[in-house]
């Protein structure tokens, strides 16, 4: 039998983003093969492909089958394409799982019957200047008004904050992060406004997970809050169960 997942729960595993033995890459469908075959740069491909084996063990342990039976949908709410929301239909109701990994971290989320978005973010620039335009004018003025070493990692926040709202809302970055505005970095998470939002307007519930002082990580739900529980977890250890 699997282990119960309770409807009020959401678990994350954390876990490292190494390479996995070859053997395991058999747990993805055709389509999630051939996405990583795409995929031109070998960390991006080693990313994806973990996290992916991972929410496929994740998924098997409370579906109760096996990581190789597990059937994915993910349909885009914009273009209808194969890349959105994960979610796996079970007798027991929908689990709706989410991954993201960045640099050397993976977190994935499941949720019985209650959408979620989990985003990890490694505290370091991507480009020669932090990207203020993701941030709404109230943003805006907050990091401006902090000391310039701990802009970076205030920013970093926000934006994990923002793309866990949006991929909860099946949005993801086809919508403007400028126009969310969350709580300020040192504050307790939770969406404050959100201009020119798309319906449905389901309430959305926002909460920073625990990921180290190099990342910044953040956890949306939609509907209602949920308790949640993090784990650090052996991809390879989880894969000996098989």
């Known amino acids: 039998m699997g282990e119960r997942l309770g409807s009020g729960e959401c678990l994350v595993w954390r876990c490292p983003a190494g390479p996995l033995p070859a053997p395991l890459h058999a747990l993805l ?62 007798g027991a109701g929908v689990l709706h799982l989410s991954v993201s990994h960045s640099a050397e971290r993976i977190l994935v989320a499941i949720a019985r019957d209650t959408v979620c978005g989990v985003d990890i973010e490694r505290v370091a620039l991507r480009g020669d200047r932090i990207p203020v335009s993701a ?81 910044r990580a953040a956890l949306a739900t939609l509907g209602r809050p949920l308790s949640i529980v993090e784990r650090d977890v052996d991809p390879l250890a989880e894969a000996s169960h098989l």
């Not at 701990?150 to 400028?178: H, M, N, Q």
């Open 29 to 90: 469908d055709d389509a999630e093969q051939a996405r990583a075959r795409n995929l031109g740069h070998d960390a991006a491909r080693t990313r994806f492909v973990t996290g992916r084996v991972m929410a496929r063990l994740l998924a098997a342990r409370y579906a109760d089958t096996t990581p190789r039976q597990v059937v994915f949908t993910s349909t885009c709410r914009h273009c209808t394409g194969p890349h959105g929301r994960l979610e796996v239909h079970t």
């Open 135 to 215: 941030l709404s004018p109230v943003e805006r003025r907050v990091l401006a008004d902090l000391p310039q070493p701990r802009r970076l990692a205030a920013f970093i926040r926000y934006w994990a904050r923002k793309e866990a709202i949006l991929k909860a809302t099946g949005d993801g970055l086809v919508l403007s992060p400028a126009d969310l505005t969350v709580s300020a970095p040192d504050a307790s998470a939770c969406l404050l406004s959100w201009e020119n939002r798309p319906p449905p307007h389901v309430s959305v519930h926002l909460s920073d997970l625990a990921v180290g002082d190099d990342y």
